[in-house]
């Protein structure tokens, strides 16, 4: 991908082939990793590479996803952005609970400021938990405007939202501007399609997670095939598919090994042409 290939998020203009931090943590992104160094180069290598834009939030971990990055990484680069997310705690039991009430929410940007060790978060999504992985109809208005006052304090740059839907959105809008939204969105899971344009005009970035979730066999078959005569990993398809499917689309794929890091960032050099990219399209379309 060219240095060019870029998208604004908030005031700053990133490259559209980030990283998501996620799973640093250990597993269920929950603990410590297995090996502290091996996450440390991954996310050295990451910037090293170009990557100017990372994901991350103190509940992976908790707390273990934003300590690494401040190991790994302080003092940042001018450069880099980090995007955090709040609205959920950990409980002992590694489950994932809603924590959307004002003082929680305070609390949850305050240990953010402290993990990562900055004096300000540049951007901040309010994860609504909805469905877990499916955004539910319902006012944000209490937790969105309680990180809209945050950020009136200085300790927020920008605002950005995760598991929403386009009336969250606006409301949100109605409330203090939104850099980004973050959603379940692949080859296969295309409920946000009419979303993905509607911020593509409004100069909102969409950041989609779970860029392989929920493929069938057969539909994980076919892009395995196309995989394989581009001679590429079903995995660097997806990311390319991604990239080719809105300008506005900004990727963070996470893993914690160097190996696929590698291959992921390649995947923005993979060229998809029109044949191939109607023959992708269709992937969606097989059950």
């Not at 499916?134 to 945050?150: D, H, V």
């Not at 009336?167 to 959603?183: D, F, K, S």
């Amino acid at each position: 991908m060219s240095p060019s290939d870029t998208f604004v998020l908030g005031d700053r203009r990133v490259r559209r082939m980030g990283y998501g931090a996620m799973q640093l943590a250990g597993p269920q992104v929950f603990g410590p990793p297995k090996d502290r160094a091996a996450a440390v180069a991954v996310l050295r290598e990451a910037v090293a590479s170009g990557v100017d834009h990372i994901d991350t939030s103190d509940f992976y971990g908790p707390h273990v996803t934003n300590q690494i990055i401040r190991e790994a990484l302080a003092p940042y680069p001018r450069e880099l952005t980090l995007v955090t997310k709040v609205g959920a705690v950990r409980g002992d039991d590694a489950s994932w609970n809603v924590a959307a009430r004002p003082d929680a929410l305070r609390r949850a940007v305050e240990d953010n400021l402290r993990h990562l060790g900055v004096d300000v978060l540049e951007v901040v999504n309010f994860r609504e938990m909805g469905d877990v992985h499916a955004p539910k109809e319902g006012s944000i208005a209490e937790a969105f405007g309680t990180l809209a006052r945050l950020r009136e304090e200085g300790k927020i740059r920008h605002l950005g939202l995760s598991n929403v839907t386009l009336a969250q959105v606006r409301e949100a809008q109605g409330i203090a501007p939104v850099v980004c939204v973050q959603n379940q969105y692949n080859l296969v899971q295309r409920d946000d399609d009419a979303l993905v344009d509607t911020l593509r005009d409004m100069g909102i970035a969409y950041v989609p997670f779970f860029p392989l979730g929920g493929f069938s066999p057969l539909q994980s078959e076919a892009l395995s095939a196309v995989a394989a005569r581009l001679e590429a990993t079903p995995m660097q398809v997806a990311l390319a598919w991604l990239l080719h499917r809105s300008p506005n689309i900004l990727l963070i794929p996470g893993t914690s090994s160097l190996g696929h890091l590698r291959e992921n960032l390649a995947a923005a050099n993979l060229a998809l042409d029109e044949a191939v990219r109607r023959e992708l399209d269709a992937i969606g379309t097989r059950s």
